[in-house]
């Protein structure tokens, strides 16, 4: 499928190859980068309140989503270059997680 | 596929509202957690030299992959919140990247 | 006086020296160091509205005032290893905001 | 002094409130525009070695000290909105870090 994380790695794991940026790409460089994305997408929200952080235009909502793209783009290929298998580590943290915050009784299912 | 950004997306809205975390989720929220997360994986590589960030050995790379994983949930959550489309996003950014950014001549393509 | 930055700065600089810290403390590393004590900061507030960061208690404000120290620690310790006044820093930054920000008129002086 | 944080602290308050930032100020919000502008610092060094980042020219320095300078500005802010004493925060976790990392003996002493 086109939105499955192997498919976007193997891409991304294209991209940087074709431009031979992979020197450049140690694991401290890009966890920085990934942090330096991260800030740009907080820069959009430093002023809002909540309730208007919930009611974004359709102008800041695409510069926001082309901000969410930056960090998953760096995740990815982050998670890539330590041979980190993203969907696995998110299923295990989701188990844990589950177990650390058990969902009341009667609670909905999702 | 169980590494679809759809199916997770979709896993881990069931998981936030079974709890009722969502009155908590407003995306200044999220995005502020989401930065937290990713500062604790800064925080393995902060004394690293490059060098070392390539070669973390197995007992790092398991707490790194835990904190890649909480980057990812938050993500998948702050984007979900908002009504990004992730993958679509990161096709987009691709896009756009390969033309700001095009590859030279004779390079390897993947 | 007690509080002022070329104090703090030579006491900093005299406590890393005492440990051999320096080698570690080349400017990459202390800003990713930077970043993290920043997010620990960040921590304390990601869940609270505008209004409840304005009415912290005692205790979470004591715990804040020392997060808020190791950002200023680090701050000054980067500033010191690369040669940078931080104080002359501000002021400069403080004339250039006074002419990009115009007070408006009548605006109170301070 | 020019460079004691009690008179820095004063100064900003002052072009803060010449301007009506105030409303705009609360600790939630400030600690975010910290966040960013540690970003923005982090970004001149993501792709340097260590080494690297030890030997600025004076252009890149230049730069840097404007970003050193945004961050301490958001610091005494967000530490004048909390009513922290910066300078007695930062030698209270001095006297902390000596007994947690004591100096060896033969130490120089600064």
Known sequence: MADDLTQ????????VRARGWERHH????????????????????????????????????????????????YLLELADRLGIDVAAAVRAKMVKNAVKYPAPAGAPRG
């Open 8 to 15: 976007l790695t193997a891409d991304l794991r294209s991209f």
């Open 26 to 73: 140690a694991p401290k460089n890009l966890v920085m980068a990934l942090s330096v994305e991260v800030a740009e997408l907080l820069e959009h929200f430093q002023w809002l309140t909540n309730e208007e952080s919930d009611a974004l235009d359709a102008a800041s909502l695409a510069v926001v989503a082309d901000e969410v793209a930056d960090v998953q783009i």
